[in-house]
């Protein structure tokens, strides 16, 4: 039976980019792709949707020996992470960035077609669709959740925040449909700029540890 096509639903463009970015993405995004990574001996470490790049990079700090794969369709935050990473002058990757990938396109066809293990899989901040009728564009129900769930190392873990505080509890809700273990860690434990920022009118964001035991 022949596969049903992936449908993302967010941008895959927005405005028009400049000269260099559009030279980063046609030269260096090649370069970084991740389609040659293994699991065995490397510490692996995804973030889903990144937007511009800002906690790709802070991972990538934090874990100079890990390899951090960031997974975003919309190529306008591919771009934006891209002229981060490099140097304006000759558009060289920065020593401390060497260790990012990314992957521009919808990260179930980068899991779907690897056996790769990640010690952390982030998602910070997907898309809520609050509207009833776009509940079915949610990312993270049971069925993704699941799939995961396959490509955590035995200790790894999926880590999960939004201020959407509805989501979260739908997330939740989604969690409990699969065979993943879930625990609340405390804000001061999560490290992104993301614990300060206050999109939907609540006091902070939550967040949300899903593990396989």
Do not use: C
Not at 25 to 38: F, G, K, R, S
Not at 157 to 171: K, S, V
């Amino acid at each position: 039976m022949e596969k049903q096509e992936i449908r993302t639903f967010g941008r895959r463009h927005g405005k028009k980019l400049s000269p260099r970015k559009q030279s980063l993405l046609a030269d260096i995004l090649p370069q970084i792709a991740p389609e040659n990574i293994t699991h065995h001996g490397q510490n692996l470490i995804l973030e889903i949707g990144f937007g511009n790049g800002e906690h790709v990079r802070d991972l990538a700090l934090r874990n100079p020996d890990a390899v951090i794969i960031g997974a975003e369709p919309f190529m306008n935050g591919v771009a934006a992470l891209l002229s981060a990473i490099t140097n304006e002058s000759d558009n060289k990757i920065k020593p401390e960035y060497k260790n990012i990938r990314i992957f521009p396109d919808d990260v179930r066809k980068l899991l779907n077609q690897s056996n790769i293990l990640f010690s952390e899989i982030w998602v910070l901040h997907p898309d809520p669709w609050p509207k009833a009728r776009h509940e079915k564009r949610r990312l993270l129900n049971s069925e993704f959740l699941t799939i995961l769930g396959k490509h955590l190392t035995p200790t790894g873990q999926i880590i999960i925040g939004t201020d959407h505080w509805e989501y979260f509890d739908w997330i939740n809700d989604q969690a409990k449909k699969t065979s993943l273990y879930a625990s609340f860690p405390p804000l001061s434990t999560i490290h992104t700029r993301y614990a300060e920022k206050n999109m939907a009118g609540t006091q902070e964001p939550k967040y949300l540890v899903l593990t396989n035991q």
